[in-house]
């Protein structure tokens, strides 16, 4: 990533200040950084905190004589790979939907001839008022890819989406935009009209009301994974786990608790093009779920008898007429990755494995991954990368197998 270039608009919310750690992610990951800010922005955090991280001057003038006379507005919005809007407020979506240019950062968004990516930050209400629902509407079909916004307890007191991702997962999309290139939703998309159907996270196998069987998978791959499929047009249901995790744009998730439920949401999203079983489900489950909590008593320590649970990606794989056409298993490893994954392939009936080198320090649980695709004709090794990278080749190889 070390030639890669982005230019970061800066919107005035309360958000701005987790642009700054955006900043130092890009620069640790040796991404070039060159920030413009809003008039707005900087009420929020200060043009020297921007610039002193950023390792660049702040642009947030359109009519700056020396800014011109240096580089002209037009030659500063195309002087980078992508542009991000981070925080992406309602005023810049609305100006940039509807193609204003009235200061610097509107000015670059219409002049550039380059992948744009916003993260919206905005109060709930903001957010879900058909206004801005009309301009994310426009954004999107203009090409524009939307990281989040998340769902939480806002700075104004009320609670719902409207959130900005947090820098981490804005830092995994501008690096999957950067490795996939320029994207473009719509129907020219390599998978528009295709469905997908992505598992991910953990399953939770409850033991009685306060206690379950579960396991630490945190989604992020298979999160990264649904949002790269979006991004490439596809119509995707991802059935997820109990994760942290917001749900990426774009994508319907059905949200499950056991490996059971896991298996009737993934079921009942069919028919697929391509099911990409990621989650960590739980291999067995107590066999009786007590409708109370479980006391300690004279007797000792209860014996736990687990039975096994329902394999969704052998279930998928079986033949019939609701098959996807590409059915992917993950499959974690630390020694022999090949061999076994090979032969998980054969057991499980499906098409491709993705094995991840978990003995690789800093894959289990972490934003890397490294792994082994294997498929009936060989087995590649991709390069050790983040997981938005990795999500952004499977899904580039999964439009190219449908094609
Ligand atoms: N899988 C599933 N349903 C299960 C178990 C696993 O869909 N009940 C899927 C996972 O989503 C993943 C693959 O199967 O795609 C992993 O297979 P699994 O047999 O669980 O692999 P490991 O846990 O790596 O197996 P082992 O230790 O048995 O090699």
């Not at 790979?81 to 219409?110: N, Q, Y």
């Not at 804005?170 to 994207?183: K, Q, R, S, T």
């Not at 479980?294 to 394999?311: A, F, I, Q, S």
């Not at 938005?388 to 899904?395: E, I, S």
Request: glycine share 10%.
């Amino acid at each position: 990533m070390n030639d890669k270039r982005v230019l970061l608009i800066v919107g005035g919310g309360i958000a701005a200040y987790k642009a700054l750690e955006l900043v130092r992610l890009l620069r640790k990951a040796g991404i070039g950084v060159r920030p413009v800010m809003t008039a707005a922005a900087a009420h929020f955090v200060t043009p020297l905190s921007l610039s002193a991280l950023a390792e660049d001057k702040v642009y947030d003038d359109l009519f700056s004589l020396t800014d011109e006379a240096e580089m002209g507005h037009i030659e500063l919005s195309r002087s980078a790979d992508l542009l991000v809007v981070a925080p992406a407020t309602a005023d810049l979506m609305a100006k940039a939907a509807g193609g204003l240019a009235g200061d610097l950062a509107s000015t670059v968004l219409l002049a550039t001839d380059k992948p744009v990516l916003m993260a919206p930050a905005m109060n709930v209400r903001m957010w879900a008022h058909p206004a801005t629902r009309r301009n994310l509407a426009t954004l999107m079909a203009d090409g524009v890819q939307i990281v989040g916004p998340g769902e939480g307890p806002m700075a104004c007191g009320e609670f719902g989406p409207g959130r900005m991702a947090e820098p981490a997962e804005i830092f995994e999309a501008i690096v999957a935009a950067l490795e996939g290139g320029a994207l473009e939703g719509g129907a020219g998309s390599p998978l528009a009209g295709r469905r997908a159907l992505v598992t991910a996270g953990p399953t939770e196998e409850p033991l009685d009301p306060v206690r379950m069987l579960t396991n630490r998978s945190s989604g992020k791959q298979g999160y990264a994974i649904a949002a790269a499929l979006a991004r490439l047009g596809a119509e995707v249901t991802l059935v997820s786990g109990p994760t942290a995790l917001a749900a990426p744009a774009g994508v319907r998730r059905v949200e499950v608790r056991t490996a059971v439920e896991m298996l009737n949401a993934a079921t009942a999203a069919l028919p697929a093009d391509v099911a990409v079983c990621v989650a960590a489900v739980a291999d067995w489950r107590p066999d009786a779920v007590f409708g109370v909590k479980l006391k300690k008593g004279k007797e000792g320590p209860p014996t736990l008898r687990l039975v096994e649970n329902p394999d969704i990606l052998a279930s998928l794989s079986r033949s019939g007429p609701q098959r996807p056409r590409l059915v992917i298993g993950f499959a974690a490893e630390t020694n022999d990755v090949e061999a076994h994954a090979r032969a998980k392939l054969a057991r499980k009936g499906c098409d491709w494995i993705v094995a991840n080198d978990v003995s690789e320090a800093g894959v289990m649980g972490g934003d890397d991954n490294a792994v082994m695709v294997i498929d009936g004709k060989g087995a590649e090794r991709w390069p050790r990368g983040p997981k938005a990278a990795v999500a952004g080749r499977l899904a580039r190889r999964i439009a190219e197998a449908l094609a």
